[in-house]
């Protein structure tokens, strides 16, 4: 067992620079353990489930010169030509895709009709055969019939004129929106109301569906209506292929969009995967730069430490020689730096968690960001344990091997 | 005097250079992280419109149903419908307005070595170029004699004009628009305002707006909006709202040139709101808000939270990085007590130790702080490989530069008070003695 009692009585003989130490570990302690939980934070975010499936579609947005008249039946043809390429699996319009960047049409949603302020806010995906296409999974109820679609423009124009009996009824909703929406209740049948309280009816409920942008709005909190598009409504073609044929069937479907129509300009052509790339691209680069401060804290720390005990061992050469003439032994003073250090260290530790937690309080606060979890202080409080004892072996080595004859030298 | 202890403080730090190099590598890390984030910060936090900024206002009404209406809570819409935009335009109550929106258009270049490409475009009345002052690079802007006829007449950046006229005085020359045959009219010069304060719906940074038309004629075409559509009640109306529709896509800007005017003119907006509810248009009291343009800036939160992280985690790095200098000068110093005491026991006042300790320390900061610039230039070049909107912008301009050095310098002499201060408290006596 070390005695501490020495070490205390060295330490506050340098209190100035003891407490100058002590005040480094906190600082980086408190840093360090926001920083990873930061970073754990934009893993989480880039590794949400979409729900599609990622690997087996391409999307294709386009736009014309000039006005087109007929865009429904633009849409249909262009549709029947792509499902022909070779490759191709399913081909739907689709007005947004999850987690990527361009326009997010969103709606706001309520439980009754008279209800004053909108529950939340959820994402609202049009398509025929969406869910088939993006390959989203049905838990419960049934998908859109064919009969169930109503053109978008039809709908726009009846919603101007006040005609409102042949708008759609029917509404497919997330699992995570149900729950939130209907705690421990059975989703299918409840009726949401949109608008001016139109109301729609829950006729099934989907595994996972992500919104395209807005996540802090609930990453999971996605709609289904069955609403036909086209492209001039700025929806794009997406097409579900095999995931080797995806840069073929991309190169051939362009090729044959504007053979079809030469008067289009491609405006987005990617896979699934590439958009949800680059969707995350800010989280990644962020998540990187919190590596590289986290890195570059405990360098300079663990240098602070190898150059403080340098300097304490060069100052306690003396002592030291004493020490070993009167039988202490090399691994008592190697033990002893590093005690001194460990002692040290807990010091900072400790008071590193109490900033840390200051540090998340204000995050809470302004950033949006949930509490730290109890698990960072632990982890967080090891590696400066690890780090101190490691930036510390090299000094107290050097001490331990301070002949005793020292003692006898006069300074 | 200041020449002898700059060679006493290169000695003693020629003495432990290890030392040194540390000392100096954790001030330079500090002040590269911090300058390269407080850049970043600075350049999207700026004025983007310096000596305008101040009278242009940002007028915002509440065109909503009653329902969901929590007074004084909650705040009026972000943009206008078409038809209070153009009411409130045609008033003219301000020293200037305009009415505009964001889109896209579709470029045939005569030039048929380019393929027709999509360029982000502003739909827009005349008062847009008076109002926010568009520097021209050749011709002039359209005014309301072209909004009023619908002209088929067009305003480009030089930028558009370099990749599709290939540079020059293009004024006079056709540009085919959505298939249909512009004039150009004026060629922008150096102007690229950022943050992109007039709309923010698309990008808040480093937009790039080619083509400018009249709000009339791209009604008239079809022509398609890119940007936000808030709708309400059965409204809905897809990227290019019906202009009966009840939804909100145009930004309506205005120039007033003193208090008194802005004062008037949010009267203005209120009387204009209950007489709009008096008509049954507007569901709500009058709800209005008329912002600056720094105050709409703050308002819509335009400075990405990440950057502002990144700066307070670069702060936090800093202060981790002096902290370890203090620490380690505080020890070299106090090491030193030997030499101290016999410089003061031959007659040193104390004042001398301190400034000959200072001056130590501000050569370790100074050296640091040149480190420093160093990787903030780096820093500064691996943000503009960033993915970020704002990613281009981050260069380094002068007022930072001063700020980086006064920073470097500030930051060691602060680190060297202390350990200096320390360091002269030796009892002469007592230090000769012990030898």
Not at chain 1, 316 to 326: D, E, K, M, P, S
Request: with cysteine; charged share 15%; glycine share 10%.
């Amino acid at each position: 067992m070390i005695e501490l009692r020495p070490i205390f009585s060295t330490l506050r003989r340098h209190k100035t620079t003891a407490w100058l130490l002590v005040l480094e570990i906190a600082l980086t302690c408190a840093i360090v353990c926001n920083a990873v939980f930061l970073i754990g934070q934009r893993l989480q975010r880039m590794d949400l489930p979409s729900g599609v499936a990622e690997h087996e579609l391409v999307q294709i947005q386009l736009g014309r010169i000039g006005k087109s008249t007929e865009a429904m039946a633009q849409s249909q043809t262009d549709l029947a030509a792509l499902r022909l390429i070779p490759g191709v699996k399913q081909v739907a319009v689709i007005n947004q895709l999850p987690f990527s960047d361009g326009g997010a049409s969103n709606s706001g949603i309520r439980l009754s009709p008279q209800q004053q302020q909108d529950t939340l806010e959820a994402t609202t995906y049009y398509g025929e055969g969406a869910l088939s296409t993006l390959g989203v999974r049905l838990l419960e109820g049934r998908d859109f019939q064919h009969g169930e679609y109503a053109d978008f423009g039809t709908i726009i124009a009846d919603l101007h004129n006040g005609d409102l009996k042949n708008l759609p009824s029917t509404i497919i909703v997330t699992q995570a929106l149900a729950q939130r929406l209907w705690p421990g209740q059975e989703a299918l049948g409840q009726t949401i109301y949109v608008g001016k309280g139109l109301p729609f009816r829950v006729i099934g409920v989907v595994a996972d569906l992500g919104r395209p942008n807005d996540l802090n709005q609930g990453p999971e909190y996605s709609t289904v209506w069955p609403i036909r598009m086209t492209v001039a409504d700025g929806s794009s073609y997406v097409i579900r292929t095999a995931p080797q044929d995806r840069a073929t069937v991309l190169q051939s479907a362009v090729a044959k969009l504007k053979q079809l129509d030469p008067n289009r300009v491609v405006l987005v052509k990617r896979t699934y995967d590439d958009a949800r790339h680059e969707f995350f691209a800010n989280d990644r680069a962020m998540a990187g730069i919190l590596v590289g401060v986290i890195a570059a804290l405990l360098t300079v720390t663990a240098l602070g430490i190898v150059g403080l005990a340098s300097f304490w061992v060069g100052q306690r050469r003396r002592t030291i020689g004493v020490r070993r003439a009167l039988g202490a032994t090399r691994g008592d003073i190697l033990r002893y730096f590093q005690a001194e250090n460990f002692l040290l260290a807990s010091f900072g530790i400790a008071f590193g968690m109490v900033l840390a937690y200051g540090i998340n309080l204000f995050l809470m606060v302004h950033y949006e960001l949930p509490r730290l979890p109890g698990i960072y202080f632990p982890v967080g409080a090891a590696v400066l344990w690890v780090i101190g004892q490691l930036a510390v072996l090299g000094p107290a080595m050097r001490a331990a091997n301070v002949p005793p004859v020292v003692a006898t030298r006069s300074a | 005097m200041f020449g002898y202890y700059f060679d006493l403080a290169l000695r003693s730090l020629k003495r432990n250079k290890a030392l040194t190099a540390l000392m100096v590598l954790a001030i330079a890390l500090g002040i590269g992280a911090s300058m390269t984030t407080l850049t970043v910060l600075h350049v999207l936090s700026g004025d983007p419109l310096p000596g305008r900024s101040g009278s242009l206002y940002y007028p915002q009404i509440d065109p909503r149903e009653s329902q969901g209406y929590l007074p004084g809570k909650t705040d009026p819409m972000d943009q206008m419908t078409w038809i209070d935009g153009m009411n409130l335009l045609q008033a003219k109550r301000a020293d200037q307005q305009a009415l505009m929106t964001g889109g896209s258009v579709a470029v045939q270049p005569d030039n048929s070595t380019l393929d027709p490409f999509y360029q982000t475009a502003r739909y827009t009345t005349s008062g847009f170029f008076p109002m926010f002052g568009v520097p021209f690079e050749y011709g002039h802007g359209w005014g309301d004699a072209e909004d009023d006829a619908h002209a088929r007449v067009a305003v480009i950046s030089s930028q558009f004009n370099d990749k599709v006229f290939g540079g020059g005085d293009s004024t006079g020359k056709t540009l085919r628009l959505d298939g249909e045959a512009f004039r150009v009219v004026g060629v922008i010069g150096d102007w690229n305002p950022n943050p992109h304060f007039y709309d923010l719906n698309r990008k808040s940074y480093n937009e790039n707006e080619g083509v400018f038309v009249p709000l009339s004629t791209s009604q008239d075409l079809g022509m398609i909006h890119d940007g936000s559509v808030n709708c309400w009640g059965n409204g809905g109306g897809g990227n290019t709202p019906d202009h009966n529709s009840p939804c909100v896509w145009l930004q309506f800007w205005v120039q007033l040139d003193s208090p008194s005017k802005a004062a008037a003119y949010k009267e203005f907006l209120v009387n204009y709101s209950a007489q709009q509810k008096a008509l049954g248009r507007f569901g709500r009291p009058p709800n209005v808000q008329l912002r600056n343009v720094m105050q709409w800036l703050d308002y819509n939160m335009v400075v990405p939270d990440d950057v502002r992280l990144q700066t307070g985690l670069a702060f936090g790095f800093l202060l981790v990085c002096l902290v370890n200098t203090v620490g380690l000068m505080l020890a070299k110093f106090l090491r030193r007590a030997g030499e101290l005491g016999v410089r003061r026991a031959l007659g040193a006042s104390r004042s001398a130790l301190f400034a000959q300790l200072l001056v130590e320390s501000g050569v370790v900061g100074l050296v640091g702080g040149m480190g420093g610039l160093l990787l903030a230039l780096i820093g500064l070049w691996l943000v503009r490989r960033q993915p970020a909107e704002y990613a281009p912008l981050a260069h380094l301009d002068p007022v930072m530069l001063l700020i980086t050095f006064l920073l470097a310098l500030g930051a060691s002499l602060l680190a060297g008070l202390l350990p200096a201060w320390r360091a002269c408290q030796v009892t002469p006596a007592l230090q000769l003695k012990s030898n």
